[in-house]
């Protein structure tokens, strides 16, 4: 969802004005009088938002709020929160809301590791009302790269047949983490030996384009 978001930002903001995001729901300090549409072809594939009208719910800052809805302002003073952790220095990996220092890693290079220290914080209902946790914690992140895993598997590897089941083992349904800009964190489904990154295209900027271009 966040992904198709980004892709349509500015206009969606040029509509309704700034929002922030929080699963399915979008919260705005405006009132969409109106339903609203946009179209996405997203890496091929025809994609609609659609906001409807009639989904929105007025939510007032009072009394009544404080004492009552605990779900919504739960999932406000999240959004708060993580907002607040966004305009920071430190950088959001994966799709939980767990921020990290990636500027001053802890280097373990005998080991292959990097060790990024963070946080996360939420917001819950206990007897004592709303409570804000905040904890710290660690990402840990191998230097090792994908590339050379598999050059490492495929010396050691007797056949082909051998090679491709042990990248399998190795990679599929694992997560990965970009290391450039955000440090992006990726889950792999599966992995395909009949194609190259040179051979598959998507859609970008309405252009289809390899894989290899893209990260070029």
């Given at each position: 969802?966040?992904?198709?978001?980004?892709?349509?930002w500015?206009?969606?903001?040029?509509?309704?004005?700034?929002?922030v995001?929080?699963?399915?729901?979008?919260?705005?300090?405006?009132?969409?009088?109106?339903?609203?549409?946009?179209k996405?072809?997203?890496?091929?594939?025809n994609?609609?938002?659609?906001?409807?009208?009639?989904?929105?719910?007025?939510?007032?800052?009072?009394?009544?709020?404080?004492?009552?809805?605990?779900?919504?302002?739960?999932?406000?003073?999240?959004?708060?929160?993580?907002?607040?952790f966004?305009e920071?220095?430190?950088?959001?990996?994966g799709r939980?809301?767990?921020?990290?220092d990636?500027?001053?890693?802890i280097?373990?290079?005998?080991?292959?590791?990097?060790?990024m220290?963070?946080?996360k914080?939420?917001?819950?209902?206990?007897?004592?009302?709303?409570?804000?946790?905040?904890?710290?914690?660690f990402?840990f992140?191998?230097?090792?790269?994908?590339?050379?895993k598999?050059?490492?598997?495929?010396?050691?590897?007797?056949?082909?047949?051998?090679?491709?089941q042990?990248?399998?083992?190795?990679?599929?349904?694992?997560?990965?983490?970009?290391?450039?800009?955000n440090?992006?964190?990726?889950?792999?489904?599966?992995?395909?030996?009949?194609?190259?990154?040179?051979?598959?295209?998507f859609?970008?900027?309405?252009?289809?384009?390899?894989?290899?271009?893209?990260?070029?």
């Open positions: 969802m966040m992904k198709l978001l980004r892709m349509k500015k206009a969606i903001e040029s509509t309704i004005g700034p929002f995001p929080s699963g399915k729901t979008i919260m705005t300090l405006n009132e969409i009088t109106e339903s609203v549409t946009w996405i072809n997203a890496r091929g594939d994609v609609e938002i659609k906001i409807p009208h009639e989904s929105g719910k007025a939510i007032y800052l009072n009394d009544e709020f404080v004492n009552k809805d605990n779900d919504v302002k739960q999932m406000i003073f999240n959004c708060i929160i993580n907002q607040a966004r920071t220095t430190l950088k959001q990996i939980s809301p767990r921020f990290f990636i500027s001053a890693p280097d373990l290079s005998r080991q292959n590791l990097l060790i220290p963070g946080f914080a939420s917001a819950f209902q206990t007897s004592m009302g709303c409570t804000l946790a905040l904890d710290s914690i990402k992140m191998c230097t090792t790269t994908c590339l050379e598999i050059k490492e598997m495929k010396d050691r590897s007797h056949s082909d047949h051998q090679f491709e042990m990248v399998k083992l190795e990679f599929t349904r694992k997560s990965v983490i970009g290391n450039w800009g440090k992006r964190t990726y889950i792999v489904h599966d992995v395909d030996f009949e194609k190259s990154v040179s051979s598959v295209k859609t970008y900027n309405n252009v289809e384009v390899t894989i290899a271009d893209y990260f070029k």
